[in-house]
T-cell receptor, first 111, second 113 residues
């Protein structure tokens, strides 16, 4: 069975702090894809990143970085120097032939 | 990239009334289409997905149904709404098996009174 766990329900940080959102997944398939989405207060989910199971290279995009570790089945997301605009709900997802979403982590960045 | 349109944006309906939410997709052909519901707890629940015209798979048996009359049109319906149908409904589109990201529409916020 496939499953995505985001153990952190809510996180609050002060602006400019770094924050890491955890994501742990379960699957027996060897070929799969991992995603992160951002859901701002407007409600629409915004795609952030995709990773395939054969590419464990970490990725950095501006203040965002992702750490994919197959050994621990984790795909964590770090925001460096957080800003108020980063406040949103963040979803991690596992994809085989369909998507399996985690329950989301609500991030609040306090000015 | 794909653009997903959903309407209406918000809807307030009485219990027992019918429902029709529409989703259309631009920028791709033969997409996989999805309906999700997001309740107050924030999690996304997959309701239906479709890999082609007239092909609908239901993930959760309930009061809702879906149809895909055209390649880039996906409709969520109900004959009689329940209070428990309230929530935020999101339509999504993707191309191919698993590899491609899902693009989401702006959502419809449904309140059943």
């Amino acid at each position: 069975a496939q499953k995505v766990t985001q153990a952190q329900t809510e996180i609050s940080v002060v602006e400019k702090e770094d924050v890491t959102l955890d994501c742990v997944y379960e699957t027996r398939d060897t070929t799969y894809y991992l995603f992160w989405y951002k859901q701002p207060p407007s409600g629409e989910l915004v795609f952030l990143i995709r990773r395939n199971s054969f590419d464990e290279q970490n990725e950095i995009s501006g203040r965002y970085s992702w750490n994919f570790q197959k050994s621990t089945s984790s795909f964590n997301f770090t925001i460096t120097a957080s800003q108020v605009v980063d406040s949103a709900v963040y979803f991690c997802a596992l994809s085989l032939y369909q998507f399996y979403f985690g329950t989301g982590t609500s991030l609040t960045v306090i000015p | 990239s794909q653009t997903i349109h959903q309407w209406p944006a918000t809807l307030v309906q009485p219990v027992g009334s019918p429902l029709s939410l529409e989703c259309t997709v631009e920028g791709t052909s033969n997409p996989n289409l999805y309906w999700y519901r997001q309740a107050a707890g924030r999690g996304l629940q997959l309701l239906f997905y479709s890999v082609g015209i007239g092909q609908i798979s239901s993930e959760v048996p309930q009061n809702l149904s879906a149809s895909r009359p055209q390649d880039r049109q996906f409709i969520l319906s109900s004959k009689k709404l329940l209070l428990s149908d309230s929530g935020f409904y999101l339509c999504a589109s993707s191309g191919g098996r698993g590899a491609n990201e899902q693009f989401f529409g702006p959502g419809t916020r449904l309140t059943v009174l």
